[in-house]
């Protein structure tokens, strides 16, 4: 019998007295029918109550976002990215929402692309906008896989060059007191400037 | 001190950030020797997982030199060269008392689901991880494990995740003697797996992948079958014909949540986030193992929800296992096959990338490019 086998016998012995009162309590008890075994090693003195002796608080845990499934927050955390800004908010609305909720997962997701954004934006305030290209690892894709970077370019360049010309064309031939009712036109535009001066280039 | 440093979907950046400081007396910081990447870290490099915050540093494999203890570490010392297991385990919580160092409860304040993990998003805790030149590691008289002298170190760095997993994965197979084992996935946790089902004593195991080029080092470095999917119509039919169309004993998900395969998973779940991850390993493991096998799973799915074919788990009365590998738990045992030559964990390194060129690497190992297995960060 190994260790297995005596815990299950041992929690056997210790509930039998308590659960006389149910005919053929345990009759059937196979310690060895443990399909967690070993990956969850029973022993007879463990309840599930959380009585376990916790180790010393992590200061400043007054700040940290818990799961609302768990009573506190847990004795270690981590402090990699504190919940800040606009993402923050969302993710302070989702940690009212218990995991086992799609509001929480889908509120967290959303803070994870509005942080995206506050990120970008604050690289440009630092003046390091420009690293986009070196962040997504384009020199590496250059080196080994030329032909996607070139696919990639050559698509943008082209949705780019398409979306630009949609837009000039639609400016230019829309009515001046109907783009104003649209709201495109400002008189301080620059580009309404630009369709000024090309409209005068474009004058017999 | 350097970082890996995370900043959307699809990109990262080496960037200085503040030295890590002891913030409890259980802490340690360990000075990196050695990290790697891990299949799961692009997960989050995808932006796949929930609550992965810009600013956060990857990284849940690695190895280093403990540079600071806190005042209630007591099987530490300064100077000790420790390799850390990916699991942050407090070791007193009911779960860890069972060995479940993978679930421990008091280490994630996030979520109750998932125990806390180095460098795996705030679903997971909100560590910084050791894709760095320092590290805070919490409770450090629990998971941190001195490395043994001899050691290589780019074996210790794959004790702390790869190994263990992949060992798990067979171990949770509930391999018998004979068995025919199919793992889904060559990726290093597939390879290991297919490797560590031999010592459970499965009697043939066959490797599932896309990349010729993982399939062709599988096999040679584990002696199994290969097949790649990209070549056969119906993988669970190819599966069944080749198991006298009874299926395999035991089915591996080594894959997880960025399974190619399905164009339905890829898109629903790669592509449109509409459910936790692309499960087309998991589907095919599930159609394909036998009627009363067992499915192991050790890919890793996002919090919400997957298309996979529970009825066919109950129809078949398949025992589906799964966990959070509980690397501590493994460690001595790994150790010891390691030391014996039954595994040789550091040949699956196939790069060797100095941290700053981070955002290369992650394209690399992303995009399989240039024969990538698994790339090593040089701090």
């Known amino acids: ?204 | 001190m350097l970082a890996m440093n995370y900043r959307g979907p699809g990109r990262v950046r080496a960037s200085h950030k503040p030295m890590p400081e002891i913030l409890h007396p259980q802490d340690a910081i360990v000075r990196v020797t050695r990290s790697c990447i891990c299949g799961s870290d692009l997960h989050l490099y995808h932006g796949n997982v929930p609550d992965t915050r810009v600013g956060t540093t990857f990284g849940h494999e690695f190895t280093g030199v403990v540079e600071e203890i806190g005042s209630e570490v007591r099987n530490l010392k300064v100077g000790d060269q420790v390799l850390v297991p990916f699991n942050i385990a407090c070791g007193r919580c009911v779960f860890c008392q069972q060995g479940l160092y993978g679930n421990c409860h008091e280490s994630n304040p996030e979520a109750t689901a998932v125990g806390g993990i180095f460098g795996y998003s705030h679903t997971a805790g909100g560590y910084d991880g050791g894709q760095a030149e320092y590290v805070r590691v919490p409770y450090a008289d629990v998971g941190p494990t001195v490395i043994p002298a001899g050691m290589d170190l780019d074996d210790a760095v794959l004790l702390t995740d790869v190994v263990p997993t992949g060992y798990q994965a067979a171990e949770m197979g509930g391999i018998q003697v004979g068995d025919t084992v199919v793992v889904f996935g060559a990726g290093p946790v597939g390879i290991m797996a297919a490797k560590s089902a031999w010592l459970f004593g499965a009697g043939r195991v066959i490797v599932i992948d896309q990349l010729d080029y993982r399939l062709e080092f599988v096999q040679r470095y584990a002696q199994c079958e290969v097949y790649n999917f990209d070549s056969i119509e119906d993988p669970v039919l190819f599966i069944k014909k080749i198991t006298d169309h009874l299926g395999a004993d035991v089915c591996i998900d080594a894959v997880g949540a960025e399974a190619a395969g399905s164009a339905m998973q890829t898109i629903t779940g790669r592509k449109m986030l509409l459910q936790a991850g692309s499960a087309t390993a998991l589907q095919w493991a599930i159609n394909s193992v036998k009627k009363g096998g067992v499915v192991s799973i050790v890919g890793v799915y996002g919090p919400t929800g997957n298309m996979i074919p529970i009825g066919n788990v109950l129809n078949k009365g398949i025992t589906i296992r799964a966990n959070q590998t509980s690397v501590k738990r493994l460690l001595p045992r790994l150790i010891e096959h390691v030391q014996n030559g039954v595994l040789n964990p550091k040949e699956l390194i196939t790069h060797r990338i100095p941290l700053q060129d981070v955002s290369d690497a992650y394209r690399i190992f992303s995009d399989k490019l240039d024969g990538c297995i698994k790339p090593l960060l040089i701090t």
């Open chain 1, 1 to 204: 019998m190994n260790e297995h086998d005596n815990n299950g016998q041992s929690l056997k012995d210790k509930l039998s007295a308590k659960m006389s009162h149910i005919n053929g309590w345990g009759v059937d008890a196979d310690p060895k029918n443990d399909p967690t075994y070993p990956m969850r090693r029973r022993t007879g003195s463990l309840g599930n109550a959380p009585n376990w002796e916790r180790p010393p608080q992590q200061p400043g845990y007054r700040h940290i976002l818990h799961s609302n499934e768990r009573p506190d927050v847990t004795r270690v955390f981590g402090t990699s990215a504190p919940a800040a800004g606009l993402s923050g908010m969302i993710r302070r609305c989702a940690f009212k929402y218990s995991e086992g909720r799609f509001a929480h997962w889908l509120l967290l997701l959303a803070a994870d692309r509005v942080n995206m954004v506050e990120g970008f934006a604050n690289d440009v305030r630092h003046g390091k906008g420009c690293h986009y290209l070196t962040d997504k690892g384009i020199k590496a894709q250059w080196k080994y896989d030329r032909k996607t970077v070139v696919t990639k370019a050559a698509v943008g360049a082209a949705v780019v060059g398409l979306l630009a010309g949609i837009c000039l064309r639609r400016h230019i031939h829309i009515r001046p007191e109907k783009r104003h009712f649209l709201g495109l036109l400002d008189k301080h535009s620059k580009l309404q400037r630009f369709i000024h001066d090309y409209k005068k280039m474009m004058q017999p």
